[in-house]
């Protein structure tokens, strides 16, 4: 006779147990990082060569800072007055980076503290400013040209407002901050530098006179700084 009609389908049959882990893949290669940091810095003229292995460094260059004037007080008079002189500017300051491709140097110069002001009646009496710091990196690199950082100014004979901060191009370039004028015979605070490294590029406090001096002679600044992070691979 002919086939019969199909039968419904049955129940779904309950799961199979797990089959065994398999076998441990092979180790991945080990990936890159700068984790390994080396800073190193420079306060004289120099050429720097980067640590073996340097793949890329960040630089900071700070300028010296200026130096104040000279405080002279008045004893023309019956009575002695005293005066004081403003706070000279803190030295300019530049942030680079650059990624080491091949054979690199720099050549790195360092600004120097302004002078404080001295001497008599006329004489040099006005503090100078700093000196200017530069970091020209040449070889094979990517990213900031050079650096250049200018000193903070300096201040004169009893001067009534503070030296200017200094300038500075390339990188990330931060000024200088303007000394703090005196008030009275209260001598001027010096500025900061535009990076703050400790007292590098610091702008001198003012002078003050009083007796028995009629006179007092004006501080120098302080110098410039490159310091340097390198990252190694």
């Known amino acids: 006779g002919g086939t019969g009609a199909q039968g419904a389908t049955g129940n779904t049959g309950a799961q199979g147990a797990g089959g065994s882990t398999g076998a441990q893949g092979a180790a991945g290669s080990a990936g890159n990082s700068n984790s ?101 990196p040449s070889g094979s690199y990517s990213g900031n040209g050079t650096l250049d950082a200018n000193g903070g100014g300096g201040t004169s004979l009893n001067s009534s407002s503070g030296g200017g901060g200094g300038s500075a191009s390339g990188g990330l370039a931060l000024s200088g901050i303007e000394g703090n004028p005196r008030s009275g015979s209260t001598r001027g605070i010096g500025g900061a530098a535009g990076f703050v490294f400790g007292t590098r590029g610091q702008g001198a406090r003012g002078a003050e006179s009083g007796e028995p001096n009629d006179e007092t002679n004006g501080s120098a600044g302080t110098g410039g700084i490159v310091v340097i992070y390198e990252y190694i691979v």
């Open 36 to 136: 390994t940091q080396v800073i190193r810095s420079f306060t004289s003229n120099t050429t720097y060569t980067p640590t073996s292995g340097t793949k890329n460094i960040t630089v900071y260059c700070v300028a010296g800072g200026g130096g104040s004037g000279v405080a002279e007080g008045d004893t023309s008079g019956e009575q002695f007055d005293f005066s004081a002189s403003s706070g000279a500017g803190g030295g300019g300051a530049c942030i680079g980076y650059y990624n080491i491709t091949g054979s690199f140097s720099a050549s790195i110069q360092i600004g120097g503290g302004g002078s404080g002001g001295s001497g008599y009646h006329g004489q040099q009496q006005t503090g100078s400013s700093g000196g200017e710091s530069r970091f020209t």
